[in-house]
Every structure is written in C-alpha cells, then in structure tokens.
Nanobody, 123 residues
Framework: VQLQASGGGLVQAGGSLRLFCAASGRAFRSYDMGWFRQAPGKEREFVAVISRSGDTTYYAGSVKDRFTISRDNAKNTVYLQMDSLKFDDTAVYYC?????????????????WGKGTLVTVSS
C-alpha cells in the first residue's frame, strides 16, 4: 500500500484547509484510516481515525468539533477537513492505514504511513 498525502499549505488563523490522502494497492476497504501530526520539536500525535466502513470516527480532544475525517472507498481516498484553524495546528500531517485498529496511543496490526503534508497556520 502506498499513500500520498496532499492539501497542506499556509493559512491564517481561523481559516480552513482540506487534506487528502490517496491510497494505492489492494483492499482499501479493509483498512482503518487515520491522521496524525507532528509539530516542530514535538512527538507525533493522534488527530483522527475513521473505520473501514466510514460509520465510526474518533477525534483528539484538541481538534474535536473543528476537524472532520471522511473517506471515499470508491476513490481510495481519506479526507481531513480542518476548520477554525489555530496556530497550534501547525504541523506536518501524516495519514496512516492499518489492517488492525487505530487508537490514539497504538496502531494495531500491519500499517502503512504516507509522507506528510505541511500545514502552517499564521497567527
């Protein structure tokens, strides 16, 4: 499985961005998908996850009610709509797919990371 994340850029605080992660390879529907991020000088942290069917989502408290994760299995793509962006959202955002479950603290099973896309929020 290969992942390609895109959609990052520079935005003012309060603005919006939409990230995309396109997956190639087989059985996209068999994977949970998630987004993590890593800010300068900090460890990578969980942002959001969506189940393989798309019925279940879960968010980090810091982005809940501002970010929305979704997926289109027909297009092998997962999205992250980011609204009301804050300076603290500045980070490199990574998508991940997993044969097992994705939790904030651990990714179960075989999983694959995409290259990140940089989001910079100016204050």
């Amino acid at each position: 499985v290969q992942l390609q994340a895109s959609g990052g850029g520079l935005v003012q605080a309060g603005g919006s961005l939409r990230l995309f992660c396109a997956a190639s390879g087989r059985a996209f529907r068999s994977y949970d998908m998630g987004w993590f991020r890593q800010a300068p000088g900090k460890e990578r942290e969980f942002v959001a996850v969506i189940s393989r069917s798309g019925d279940t989502t879960y968010y980090a408290g810091s982005v809940k009610d501002r970010f929305t994760i979704s997926r289109d299995n027909a297009k092998n793509t997962v999205y992250l709509q980011m609204d009301s962006l804050k300076f603290d959202d500045t980070a490199v955002y990574y998508c991940v797919v997993s044969e097992g479950s994705i939790t904030p603290s651990y990714i179960h099973g075989t999983h694959y990371w995409g290259k990140g896309t940089l989001v910079t929020v100016s204050s």
